[in-house]
């Protein structure tokens, strides 16, 4: 069983547009992450959620809303797409909020904003 | 603000070589270090996690240290097969109880060729 799934694994659509990336974690863990790989492959956190509630936001345009309807589930909603937001976007988890605890990655989900 | 550089960015070597990838990073109060794997067009595998208080972790044929004082992490990659070709990642994060930010390295690409 896949540990972090994201959905879809690339989406590519045109600027203006709404979209949302999904997540799943089946590890019973309390934390979530979504991380933005841009094209010079730098890997920057974004958010992160502790059993449903906001813990880290980072600076990040407000186009972008994370919503955690359970601590399993954490989904990116992307407004008014641009073509700088195209990049791979990952999500994460850890069994706690606490630096303490190895974080586990999804596979990620390839954005194209033409 | 942590900044975290891996040198060097490629290394290709023939099979059967052992191998050093370097991590650095400006600021030492981290709380650990996380080295992780990236194969093309998939995501992130955790490798080791070594705590500020170790200075070395095993796993197999890797074997990563810590050294705070220097800002530096390796990790040892004994008896390099084909398999071990990937982007090799060091993510550093600070001592937080809320929510982990991991400031990651560019990675180094690794070619073990057959």
């Known amino acids: 069983d896949t540990a972090v799934s994201q959905t879809p694994k690339y989406l590519v659509t045109q600027m203006g547009n709404d979209k949302s990336i999904k997540c799943e974690q089946n590890l019973g863990h309390d934390t979530m992450y979504w991380y933005k790989q841009d094209s010079k492959k730098f890997l920057k956190i974004m958010f992160s959620y502790n059993n449903k509630e906001l813990i880290i936001n980072e600076t990040v345009p407000n186009r972008f809303s994370p919503k955690s309807p359970d601590k399993a589930h954490l989904n990116l909603h992307i407004n008014s797409l641009e073509l700088g937001d195209s990049a791979v976007y990952f999500c994460a988890s850890s069994r706690r909020a606490d630096s303490s605890y190895e974080q586990y990655f999804g596979p990620g989900t390839r954005l194209t904003v033409t | ?114």
Request: aromatic share 6%.
């Open chain 2, 1 to 114: 603000k942590q900044e975290v550089t891996q040198i060097p960015a490629a290394l290709s070597v023939p099979e059967g070589e052992n191998l050093v990838l370097n991590c650095s990073f400006t600021d030492s109060a981290i709380y650990n270090l996380q080295w992780f794997r990236q194969d093309p067009g998939k995501g992130l595998t955790s490798l080791l996690l070594i705590q500020s208080s170790q200075r070395e972790q095993t796993s197999g044929r890797l074997n990563a240290s810590l050294d705070k004082s220097s800002g530096r992490s390796t990790l040892y990659i004994a008896a390099s097969q084909p398999g071990d070709s990937a982007t090799y990642l060091c993510a550093a994060s600070p001592r937080e109880t809320s929510g982990s930010r991991l400031t990651f390295g560019e990675g180094t690409q690794l070619t073990v060729n057959p």
